[in-house]
């Protein structure tokens, strides 16, 4: 009996094949294909300051406006604003300068442009120097008008080092660098001044998505200050910040402490937000500080090793001012 009711078996299941219009042999159970172990993904490499070569740069800014002469009174202020990373801003640079070099250095924001050659080379690159400086050295044909790049002295190589591949002249920050442009069209006419962040920024995947990192913080900028009556001020921003990030939670917290023209310009604090899988981030100064105002954010380097960020501060209450600058970060 139990034989037979495997035959019986064995035939049903034969029939039903046959029944579906397919071969009388029964189909032959494929064999699995195991499932290949995922390959873990490259880790990013990112190249290093300073240049070797000649490139095109776009940036994360931060840009304001004055109209007026500042020696005689009070300027017209315009608004202070940052921009994300874009092509808004932008700097074509040599990888060698030189006082007797003819490729150009090119600075532009829009459709607006400068470019700057070895004559006009005001500060050279150098040990001690932190910023390398281009003015315009021809005669302008309008009276006043003027235009000037400081750039940060880690994108040229210092033929001092003794490692390969060589150093630049300043060595903390490797990813990240900065460039300022501030011109005017003439003694009382229009003045702007743009800062912008370049470099190699972290690939998105590349963040970090857990714990909290502090960073050791450089500032740069300026200030331009319009009292009710008497002369204003154009005045270059030093001080100290703070900068924490939880990587968890994508909260930046910044904490900027700013002079000018050795006084104290204010203490401005704010928060910001990393979504998710992104590499940028933007946040505003709020309660407690000097004036209001916004920053903007890129991270650089493996693992958002630098950072980069670009801020802006309004204060329309007496002496009204407008700043705008860049702060280069390193993570502890």
Do not use: H
Not at 208 to 215: A, D, M, R, V
Not at 219 to 225: D, E, I, K, N, Q
């Amino acid at each position: 009996m139990i034989r037979r009711s495997i035959l019986i078996a064995s035939t049903a299941v034969a029939l039903t094949v046959a029944g579906c219009g397919g071969d009388p042999d029964p189909t032959p159970t494929p064999t699995p294909t195991p499932t290949p172990t995922p390959t873990a993904s490259a880790t990013p490499t990112y190249s290093s300051l300073p240049l070797t070569a000649a490139a095109e740069v776009f940036t994360v800014s931060a840009a304001t406006s004055y109209t007026g002469d500042p020696a005689a009174g009070p300027v017209a202020l315009g608004t202070a604003n940052t921009s994300p990373f874009s092509n808004r801003v932008r700097f074509a640079l040599q990888n060698a300068v030189s006082s007797t070099m003819t490729a150009e250095v090119v600075a532009r924001e829009n459709v607006e442009e400068a470019r700057f050659t070895g004559p006009d080379l005001l500060t050279a690159p150098a040990a001690g120097v932190q910023e390398y400086v281009f003015r315009e050295s021809t005669a302008p044909t309008t009276a006043g008008a003027f235009t000037q790049l400081e750039l940060y002295n880690n994108t040229i190589e210092n033929p001092a080092s003794t490692v390969t591949p060589k150093e630049a002249y300043l060595t903390t920050f490797k990813r990240v660098s900065y460039a300022a442009w501030w011109r005017g069209d003439s003694t009382a006419g229009a003045k702007r001044i743009s800062y912008g962040l370049f470099g190699y920024p972290t690939v998105p995947t590349d963040m970090p998505n857990t714990g909290t990192s502090t960073y050791t913080v450089e500032v740069v900028g300026r200030a331009v200050v319009s009292p009710a009556a008497g002369a204003s001020a154009v005045d270059k921003l030093t001080g100290t910040a703070t900068l924490s990030i939880n990587y968890a939670t994508g909260l930046v917290s910044l904490t900027l402490n700013l002079n000018r023209g050795g006084a104290v310009y204010g203490t401005f604090t704010g928060t910001g937000a990393i979504a998710a899988g992104e590499n940028q981030f933007t946040g505003s100064f709020g309660p407690g500080s000097t004036a209001g105002g916004t920053f903007q954010g890129l991270a650089y380097g493996s693992q958002a090793s630098e950072m980069g960020i670009s801020f802006a501060i309004t204060q329309d209450t007496a002496p009204a001012s407008r700043a705008v600058g860049v702060l280069l970060a390193k993570k502890n």
